[in-house]
T-cell receptor, first 113, second 113 residues
Framework: DTGVSQDPRHKITKRGQNVTFRCDPI?????LYWYRQTLGQGPEFLTY????????KSRLLSDRFSAERPKGSFSTLEIQRTEQGDSAMYLC???????????FGSGTRLTVV | GENVEQHPSTLSVQEGDSAVIKCTYS??????FPWYKQELGKRPQLIID?????GEKKDQRIAVTLNKTAKHFSLHITETQPEDSAVYFC????????????FGKGTHLIIQP
């Protein structure tokens, strides 16, 4: 286990299509976070899981965004009916304890055309 | 919610000189303050963090100071080297993890040879 893995690295999709991204955290980390980063900005918090429980989802950008972590291991982030404004880097991070430093994945860069 | 302001947005220093990046936060309940370094096209990487029960922390050429009364914290890099060139982000959180990290907008540090 060398870190947080995200798949795919790049995704190009047509406007209106649905996309799903996957994140595999560090195995002993029970906390998993999703962030969005646009060019020239810091990461923006979207949602958070502790094990399989989604403890914060009010920051998801719209009801087109949803996330799951069904068995408390990997997580998926889905965006339905994509819009051009959804183009961004989607970062996943994990940590072992609350207020531990996160380890980020390399991200999935989404381009909506 | 938390608001984190970061200054300057761009900082250019001569190799070997020191660099200081400053952040302020709004939520007095915040108690965890990490700093991340992000090189172009790469993931944010944690370089140092500080908790609210500590005023200063140092790790080789990097140090962070925290003033809880004034609600600001700073990153200090001494003896800067070309590999220090990157975007640096400060962040803050209440620490439970459920609120996620709130990031500043970043400082592009340029080390001039």
């Amino acid at each position: 286990d060398t870190g947080v893995s995200q798949d795919p690295r790049h995704k190009i999709t047509k406007r209106g299509q649905n996309v799903t991204f996957r994140c595999d955290p560090i195995s002993e980390h029970n906390r998993l976070y999703w962030y969005r980063q646009t060019l020239g900005q810091g990461p923006e918090f979207l949602t958070y899981f502790q094990n399989e429980a989604q403890l914060e989802k009010s920051r998801l950008l719209s009801d087109r965004f949803s996330a799951e972590r069904p068995k408390g291991s990997f997580s998926t982030l889905e965006i339905q009916r994509t819009e051009q404004g959804d183009s961004a880097m989607y970062l996943c991070a994990s940590s072992y304890r609350a207020s531990d430093g996160y380890t980020f994945g390399s991200g999935t860069r989404l381009t909506v055309v | 919610g938390e608001n984190v302001e970061q200054h300057p947005s761009t900082l250019s220093v001569q190799e070997g000189d020191s660099a200081v990046i400053k952040c302020t936060y709004s939520d007095s309940a915040s108690n965890y303050f990490p700093w991340y370094k992000q090189e172009l096209g790469k993931r944010p990487q944690l370089i140092i963090d500080i908790r609210s029960n500590v005023g200063e922390k140092k790790d080789q050429r990097i140090a962070v100071t925290l003033n809880k009364t004034a609600k600001h914290f700073s990153l200090h890099i001494t003896e800067t080297q070309p590999e220090d060139s990157a975007v640096y982000f400060c962040a803050a959180t209440e620490g439970g993890g459920a609120d996620g990290l709130t990031f500043g907008k970043g400082t592009h540090l340029i080390i001039q040879p």
